[in-house]
């Protein structure tokens, strides 16, 4: 049972490079949530999707951008990575049911120098 | 715009002893959520809390939603090692029912 799957693990950027994080989730969800964590700072959304095909801002957007082309899967790109998106990245899912558990992947840590 | 507060942020109890963690949102909500983090891994969930005056128990853990104060609580009763970790509140606001976090607790408990 994968449930919600985050791939790469870790990852080491250069100030500048891009990259992409992959989510997939097998539960058949319609909801997906990308967060990052800070320390002291709790986990803050980054972006989300209601559906495939759809996708909007969370409270700290500039620098990412998402796509969910499929409904299993859902993107995160840095365009242009610095070292202030140095983080734990994790990716969340769930069904649109209001009594909906959110289930959270593994993380992916990224590192930025 | 959603502010979902926890306190304390650092908790140090004694083995056998009861606390509780407080979380306080800012605006309407009827859905909020706790969620257990152990070091390095990802996020548990707890409990889901729906409606105003629940409560739910689990081991020695409970959690109660009051919704007319915008407070939720999670009880610990007769603490114990293995429940050392950082537990967050999350608030569902927003007309797409974005999941809101508070900054965490995090809980020691020494023996």
């Known amino acids: 049972n994968a449930g919600v799957t985050q791939t790469p693990k870790f990852r080491v950027l250069k100030t500048g490079q891009s990259m992409t994080l992959l989510c997939a989730q097998d539960m058949n969800h319609e909801y997906m949530y990308w967060y990052r964590q800070d320390p002291g700072m709790g986990l803050r959304l980054i972006h989300y999707?209601?559906?495939?095909?759809?996708?909007a801002k969370g409270e700290v957007p500039d620098g990412y951008n998402v796509s969910r082309l499929k409904k299993q899967n859902f993107l995160l790109g840095l365009e242009s990575a610095a070292p202030s998106q140095t983080s734990v990245y994790f990716c969340a899912s769930s069904f649109r049911d209001p009594r909906r558990t959110i289930y959270f992947g593994e993380g992916s840590w990224l590192t930025v120098v | 715009e959603l502010k979902v507060e926890q306190n304390p942020l650092f908790l140090s109890m004694q083995e056998g002893k009861n606390y509780t963690i407080y979380c306080n949102y800012s605006t309407t909500s009827d859905r909020l959520y706790w969620y257990r983090q152990d070091p390095g891994k990802s996020l548990e969930s707890l409990f889901v809390l729906l409606s105003n005056g629940a409560v739910k128990q689990e081991g020695r853990l409970m959690a109660s939603l009051d919704t007319k104060a915008r407070l939720s609580t999670l009880h610990i009763t007769a603490a114990v090692h293995d429940l050392s970790a950082t537990y967050f509140c999350?608030?569902?606001?927003?007309?797409?029912?974005?999941?809101?976090f508070g900054k965490g607790t995090k809980l020691s408990v020494k023996p």
């Open positions: 999350a608030v569902v606001g927003g007309s797409q029912g974005n999941l809101i």
């Open positions: 999707s209601v559906g495939e095909g759809t996708t």
